[in-house]
């Protein structure tokens, strides 16, 4: 017997039909003498719905105020879904119930719309599982020491999911979804891309927040800080697989040293275009120009991303960097009206149209010329490299955003993702 984590995305939660089918396949896991909690998103299309109505009120929430709104409005979604669920694992003949971030509670900070869990109180959830209940906790939501219902960014429910798993150390936590897992990079860029039987939380994390949208990122630093294992796996199979087939299906992210590890040097591509690049040109090169010209951006709460600056040339350098494409035309702004008069640079140069593609992989940590490969491929392909980044486990490059497509698929091809690696001797 194990507690389990459960969490189901809007796609599984989409009709009182699918919840049947959620409900259908938690009982199969009771029955199988485990203790389950279980963590549901809003119904598909739900928490979208709930923010345009808010939107059509009040299009520009910023205020605290208006965000906490957002946030009491929002969290409803999440709300209908776990009491519905509760309903129909009762209709299973299961005892169960339901609650909300506040009841249990999950505590959190004040940042409306993207909160961060500080702790969880898993008094009452073992309580229940002791008493032979399934419990049901909503996704996405909690409260901050005001008393104030919050909720945790977009795709929050994930993160929900993994803190409860770790406040609960819940053997697993598994995030049923609408894609079967982790992928070598997006089959639909890449029809041969292969799904990864595991995954290190490290690379995990890299995959997430360089473009892969199957977890919130949040969750996967969840999982690494409280080591929680936690598995991917698809929600359409039919709730009544053997127990066994289900439980080993998917993609398990686990720990480096797990001997179950792929033993892969590179173990997926990704990319997004999510990113606007911004140079300055003709920066007079002295201490303190990077803070001028960085500062302004962070105090306007833009994230900055890929950094460069080149050597300079007659006391005189380019300095580049990436802004979130949505903060393309603010970054824009704050530099033309801010910086560009105090620190005598020659121009100002912005392109939206680029995208980042990155092989990540932990084995890079051992193995060199894995990023000359990827050079190598690319100027094959006649694709310009504007920007480089790398970290222990990544290499990250900005190019034109017409060529991504391109660049993934032949990337893929050179580090022959489409193939399962060979255990290493
Ligand atoms: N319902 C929320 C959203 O759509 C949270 C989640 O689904 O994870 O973002
Ligand atoms: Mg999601």
Same mark, same amino acid.
């Given at each position: 017997?194990?507690?389990?984590?459960?969490?189901?995305?809007?796609? *599984?939660?989409?009709?009182?039909?699918?919840?049947?089918?959620?409900?259908?396949?938690?009982? @199969?896991?009771?029955?199988?003498?485990?203790?389950?909690?279980?963590?549901?998103?809003?119904?598909?299309?739900?928490? /979208?719905?709930?923010?345009?109505?808010?939107?059509?009120?009040?299009? /520009?929430?910023?205020?605290?105020?208006?965000?906490?709104?957002?946030? #009491?409005?929002?969290?409803?979604?999440?709300?209908?879904?776990?009491?519905?669920?509760?309903?129909?694992?009762?209709?299973?003949?299961?005892?169960?119930?339901? =609650?909300?971030?506040?009841?249990?509670?999950?505590?959190?900070?004040?940042?409306? +719309?993207?909160?961060?869990?500080? *702790?969880?109180?898993?008094?009452?959830?073992?309580?229940?599982?002791?008493?032979? @209940?399934?419990? $049901?906790? +909503?996704?996405?939501?909690?409260?901050?020491?005001?008393?104030?219902? +919050?909720?945790?960014?977009?795709?929050?429910?994930?993160? *929900?999911?993994?803190?409860?798993?770790?406040?609960?150390?819940?053997?697993?936590?598994?995030?049923?979804?609408? $894609?079967?897992?982790? =992928?070598?990079?997006?089959?639909?860029?890449?029809?041969?891309?292969?799904?990864?039987? +595991?995954?290190?939380?490290?690379?995990?994390?890299?995959?997430?927040?360089?473009?892969?949208?199957?977890?919130?990122?949040?969750?996967?630093?969840?999982?690494? %800080?409280?080591?929680?294992?936690?598995?991917?796996?698809?929600?359409?199979?039919?709730?009544?697989?053997?127990?066994?087939?289900?439980?080993?299906?998917?993609?398990?992210?686990?720990?480096?040293?797990?001997? %179950?590890?792929?033993?892969?040097?590179?173990?997926?591509?990704?990319? /997004?275009?999510?990113?606007? @690049?911004?140079?300055?040109?003709?920066?007079?090169?002295?201490?303190?120009?990077?803070?001028?010209? $960085?500062?302004?951006? #962070?105090?306007?709460?833009?994230?900055?991303?890929?950094?460069?600056? /080149?050597?300079?040339?007659?006391?005189?350098?380019?300095?580049?960097?990436?802004?979130?494409?949505?903060? =393309?035309?603010?970054?824009?702004?704050?530099?033309?009206?801010?910086?560009?008069?105090?620190?005598?640079?020659?121009?100002?140069?912005?392109?939206? @149209?680029?995208?980042?593609?990155?092989?990540?992989?932990?084995?890079?940590?051992?193995?060199?010329?894995? #990023?000359? %490969?990827?050079?190598?491929?690319?100027?094959?392909?006649?694709?310009?490299?504007?920007?480089?980044?790398? *970290?222990?486990?990544?290499?990250?490059?900005?190019?034109?955003?017409?060529?991504?497509?391109?660049?993934?698929?032949?990337?893929?091809?050179?580090?022959?993702?489409?193939?399962?690696?060979? #255990?290493?001797?």
């Amino acid at each position: 017997m194990a507690l389990i984590v459960h969490k189901y995305g809007g796609t *599984s939660m989409g009709s009182t039909e699918r919840i049947r089918s959620v409900a259908q396949r938690v009982a @199969k896991w009771v029955r199988a003498g485990h203790q389950l909690v279980v963590v549901p998103s809003a119904m598909s299309g739900e928490t /979208n719905r709930l923010l345009g109505l808010a939107k059509e009120l009040l299009p /520009n929430p910023q205020t605290p105020q208006a965000l906490r709104e957002m946030d #009491a409005v929002a969290a409803t979604g999440e709300q209908v879904s776990v009491g519905l669920l509760a309903l129909a694992l009762q209709a299973q003949g299961l005892q169960a119930v339901s =609650y909300g971030g506040w009841q249990v509670p999950i505590a959190t900070d004040s940042a409306y +719309t993207k909160a961060r869990i500080a *702790s969880i109180d898993d008094q009452r959830v073992r309580a229940d599982l002791a008493a032979g @209940k399934v419990v $049901v906790i +909503t996704g996405f939501q909690g409260i901050d020491p005001q008393g104030h219902v +919050t909720t945790l960014g977009r795709g929050g429910s994930d993160t *929900s999911a993994v803190a409860v798993a770790a406040a609960l150390k819940a053997a697993e936590c598994l995030i049923y979804t609408d $894609v079967d897992g982790v =992928y070598t990079t997006d089959p639909r860029i890449v029809p041969e891309a292969r799904r990864l039987a +595991t995954i290190s939380f490290e690379e995990m994390l890299e995959m997430a927040s360089l473009g892969s949208k199957v977890l919130q990122i949040r969750s996967v630093e969840f999982a690494g %800080k409280y080591r929680v294992p936690v598995r991917v796996l698809s929600s359409f199979t039919p709730w009544d697989i053997p127990l066994e087939e289900e439980a080993k299906s998917g993609t398990l992210i686990t720990f480096e040293e797990d001997e %179950k590890m792929e033993q892969a040097v590179v173990a997926g591509i990704a990319f /997004n275009r999510d990113e606007a @690049k911004i140079s300055v040109i003709g920066v007079p090169d002295r201490p303190g120009i990077a803070s001028q010209i $960085v500062g302004p951006v #962070a105090d306007a709460n833009i994230d900055i991303d890929v950094i460069i600056q /080149n050597v300079s040339h007659d006391g005189r350098t380019d300095f580049s960097f990436t802004v979130p494409r949505s903060d =393309y035309a603010r970054a824009m702004a704050v530099l033309q009206e801010q910086v560009m008069p105090a620190i005598g640079a020659a121009r100002l140069a912005g392109d939206a @149209k680029i995208c980042k593609v990155s092989i990540v992989g932990i084995g890079m940590r051992s193995h060199v010329g894995v #990023a000359s %490969k990827m050079f190598r491929t690319l100027s094959e392909e006649g694709i310009n490299i504007q920007m480089i980044t790398t *970290s222990e486990i990544k290499t990250c490059v900005v190019i034109d955003e017409k060529y991504m497509e391109l660049a993934v698929r032949a990337l893929h091809k050179a580090f022959e993702l489409e193939q399962a690696p060979v #255990a290493a001797a």
